[in-house]
Structures are given as C-alpha cells and as structure tokens.
C-alpha cells in the first residue's frame, strides 16, 4: 500500500478516484506485523480510536490449512477517528482504570497502547527475556568447562582428528565420493604430535586416487598402536571417519564408567562460548582447524573451571556457590 503511494505521487495526482485500501489476511497472530490493532486493543489506546476501516484479518484454519473462521478484524490506529470522549471524560475514565499503565517501569518509555500485567515495554521485555537466556548460557557454560576438564585429565586420552578428502566434482558439478581420510592425533596432556597418516578409501586400481593416501593395511598397526584403547576426544564424527579408514574394535560408547571411551566435544564448545544471536539462539562453534588447534581450544576452556568467575559474590567463586540445586 505504501509502495502504490509512492508510486502516485511520483507519478502525479490520480485521476481515477482511489481505490479501497486492501485488507490484509493472516493465517495467525504470528503473521500480524506490529501497528495493528484490534478493537479492545483501539478502546484501550491513551487516546481512544474508533475502529473506522478495517486493514487487516486474522484467520483460524481447519486441518486442511483452509480459512475457516474469521478470529478478528485488525485496524490501522492512524486511519481509524477519535472516539467522542472529551479530555475531561478521559481523565475520569484513566482515573478510574487504575490497571492500565501507559509508562515501561524500565525504561521510561510512555506507549499509547497500555502496558498489560508487568509494565514493560517491548524491548524491555526482549531485554529480560534475553538476560535470562545469558544466565543460563553462563550455567551451560560452567557445566561444559568441567566436563573438558574431566576429559582432558583422563590418563592418555588423545585429542583426534579425521577428516575425509574428496575428489575434485565432476565437470557438471556433482560431488565424488571421498578418496582418503586423513588420521591425526595428539596428546591430550601436552598437545604433542602424536599420528598422521593419509588412508586410501579407495582400491589401489582406482582411475582416481589421493597420491599422498596409503592403503589401510599398511598403517592399521601404527594407528592401533597410537589410539588403541585410549579415550578419544574429538569434535563430532571424526571416530565416524576412522571406523570407515581403519578397522578395528574401535570404543562404541561416549559414556563409560570405567576404561577408554568416546568424547565428541562440539557441543561443549558451543555451550563454552554460551554466545547467543539478539534473538536469543545459541551461536552454533567451528572447529579450530587441527588437532593442536583444537587441544589449545580445550585447554583454554578447561583452564576457565579454576579460573575465578566474573560474579559480585562476595563468598567468591566455586563449581556450587550460590548456584539453586537442580
Ligand atoms: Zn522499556
């Protein structure tokens, strides 16, 4: 509607008598962009509306997704007249109304339209909404630093790496499968080199081969003899590559309770760096890029478990402290 007036008076009054605006229609409350306002809602505003022109209508749907009941009709609040009350009969009736308020108890802010229940504003509201979200990214983010840490400590553990290599895409696009995978580990103690070894996937006769990739039998032993039982930290399907380059009773279980066992980090380190979207989504983490990148990474975040926590607690930081048991 804004677009065809701009498009009349760039082009010059009209000579046709206006056409009656659209109406807008909604398959629900959601759809409904803000500015819209019902009738109780026109009632309610500072300084009341009539509701004159209807803008927009709000929809139910039966099963098959098809309009079946109109909900309500949605107005235009500068388009729509002033109700006949005088100034003196708006202040009798907003003296009597003690339940509306028209100032956010936040930030100040004085709404036309009355604040329901807790008097806040809209971006007040996002405001705590996304505080709350904060705290308990910062409770995840707690609980992330000590399971790293658990990991981390466990006797040999190995941080691994495994990655696929593909073959170039065909001409017209399409993807190859992968040709070889590439096995790298290092010490979780100390971040120190400990495998690197380029599996072929495919048979030695293929027509297209990773040059720098060695069949699997001839490095199965030095692979086992590095990760053999030992707890494998990674980030999240890289003992999904291994089972596929080398072959062996690899441990099943990222839950054990006693000897070696699987831990996919991903999801720790995105919980770690607890950082959230303005609508308050989890920012999803990328992978350090190697093997000692990545041990840099979780030695960084299983340092943070000891490290005083920013807090205005005065009994000082600690795992439980003024934590509410869950
Ligand atoms: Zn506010």
Same mark, same amino acid.
């Given at each position: ?136 990214? =910062?409770? /995840?983010? &707690? %609980? ?6 658990? *990991?981390?400590?466990? $006797? +040999?553990? #190995? ?83 291994? =089972?596929? /380059?080398? &072959? %062996? ?6 839950? *054990?309770?006693?000897? $070696? +066992?699987? #831990? ?63």
């Amino acid at each position: 509607m804004t677009g065809a007036t701009a498009a009349a008076s760039i082009a010059g009054p009209a000579l046709a008598a206006p056409a009656a605006p659209a109406v807008a229609e909604y398959d629900g409350w959601w759809q409904v962009p803000p500015g819209l306002l019902t009738r109780a809602q026109l009632a309610e505003l500072e300084f009341p509306r009539q509701p004159t022109q209807v803008a927009g209508r709000v929809w139910m749907d039966d099963f098959r997704g098809r309009r079946v009941r109109l909900l309500v009709d949605l107005y235009r609040p500068q388009t729509c007249l002033p109700t006949t009350a005088s100034a003196a009969q708006l202040r009798a009736a907003a003296a009597r109304a003690t339940g509306r308020v028209y100032e956010c108890a936040k930030c100040g802010c004085r709404p036309e339209r009355s604040l329901a229940g807790e008097p806040l504003c809209q971006v007040c509201r996002h405001i705590q909404r996304l505080r709350g979200q904060q705290e308990e990214a =910062r409770r /995840a983010q &707690r %609980h992330a630093a000590e399971c790293v840490a658990e *990991a981390l400590a466990e $006797p +040999r553990a #190995v941080i691994l790496h495994a990655v696929r290599n593909g073959a170039p895409p065909t001409p017209s696009g399409r993807a190859r499968p992968p040709l070889s995978a590439r096995i790298r580990a290092v010490d979780a103690a100390n971040g120190r080199a400990l495998l690197d070894v380029t599996v072929s996937l495919v048979s030695p006769r293929a027509r297209l081969r990773d040059p720098n990739a060695v069949p699997a039998a001839d490095v199965t032993e030095e692979v086992i003899a590095v990760l053999g039982g030992r707890t494998l930290i990674y980030w999240s399907d890289d003992t999904w590559v291994l =089972r596929q /380059a080398v &072959r %062996h009773d690899w441990p099943q279980r990222e839950y *054990a309770h006693q000897g $070696p +066992r699987l #831990v996919a980090v991903q999801n720790w380190s995105t919980s770690w760096r607890a950082q959230l979207t303005t609508k308050g989504e989890r920012i999803p983490a990328w992978h350090p890029g190697t093997p000692d990148r990545l041990w840099l990474h979780l030695t960084r975040i299983a340092a943070t478990v000891t490290a005083p926590a920013e807090t205005n607690d005065p009994r000082g930081p600690g795992p439980t402290v003024g934590e509410v048991p869950e």
